[in-house]
T-cell receptor, first 113, second 110 residues
């Protein structure tokens, strides 16, 4: 079975610091997509960043970057220069070849002023 | 484009009542899906559809029915609501590797 594991239920960091959220997944497929979604208190699901498994280069989107280790099945999210607006639930997700998305249980991130 | 819309935003039901959660998208996406979100559980797939007339079960389908008569609409039906169905429900449509989520419906079953 394909699974996504986020080992940090909750984290807190000071504003302007860098924080890394962990994610591991399990699959026997060789080609797939990985995502990080942000869910602020408004409940809206917002795509933060995506990574295609066949691309070795780590994806970046402004202050957000990933460390994708395919052999280790690890997909961590780094947020640089964290801002108060980054406070949210963050979900790691995996899309398989049938286009089904499997989500981790989430990490609640608090950015402290 | 309105994107993915869901109605209602909030709903309270009594055990045994039935209702339909509406979902519509105006992006002409073939793939649509329903998820439920429970505290500490992430999002779990209920049902999905790869096109009009085609639906299939996801991870947690029991107690829910779906149909897809048009590309735009993908309603989720609760035939006899139970307290275990208290949750936040998200509809999504996708094109390729990009999923677009609706704003969600918070459902409480008493």
């Amino acid at each position: 079975a394909q699974t996504v594991t986020q080992s940090q239920p909750e984290m807190s960091v000071q504003e302007a610091e860098t924080v890394t959220l962990s994610c591991t997944y399990d699959t026997s497929e060789s080609n797939y997509y990985l995502f990080w979604y942000k869910q602020p208190p408004s409940r809206q699901m917002i795509l933060v960043i995506r990574q295609e498994a066949y691309k070795q280069q780590n994806a970046t989107e402004n202050r957000f970057s990933v460390n994708f280790q395919k052999a280790a099945k690890s997909f961590s999210l780094k947020i640089s220069d964290s801002q108060l607006g980054d406070t949210a639930m963050y979900f790691c997700a995996f899309m398989n070849r049938d286009d089904k998305i499997i989500f981790g249980k989430g990490t609640r991130l608090h950015i402290l002023p | 484009n309105a994107g993915v819309t869901q109605t209602p935003k909030f709903q309270v039901l009594k055990t045994g009542q039935s209702m339909t959660l509406q979902c519509a998208q105006d992006m002409n996406h073939e793939y649509m899906s329903w998820y439920r979100q429970d505290p500490g559980m992430g999002l779990r797939l209920i049902h999905y559809s790869v096109g009009a007339g085609i639906t299939d079960q996801g991870e947690v389908p029991n107690g829910y029915n779906v149909s897809r008569s048009t590309t735009e609409d993908f309603p989720l039906r609760l035939l006899s609501a139970a307290p275990s169905q208290t949750s936040v429900y998200f509809c999504a449509s996708s094109h390729g590797d990009t999923q677009y989520f609706g704003p969600g419906t918070r459902l409480t079953v008493l």
